[in-house]
C-alpha cells in the first residue's frame, strides 16, 4: 500500500536530512541533481511505497 501521509513522509524526510549533510551541502552548492540521492534514500525507507514525485516536493520544500 502506497505512503500518501504528508506527516509520516515528513518524518522519514527529516531523518534522511538528519543523516545525508553532504548532499544537503552539495545541493546548497548548486548541484541540483544532488538531491535524486535523497529522494533515493527515503524512497529506501519507506521500502519504495512513497510517491517519488511528493517525496520530491517535500525534499525541495523543506530545502528551500
Known sequence: MPISDSSELERIIDDVLATNAIN???IKAGNAK???ALVAQAMKATNGKAKP???NEL???KLA
Open 59 to 61: 525534499l525541495t520544500k
Open 24 to 26: 544537503i551541502e552539495e
Open 53 to 55: 514525485a511528493q517525496v
Open 34 to 36: 544532488a538531491i535524486n
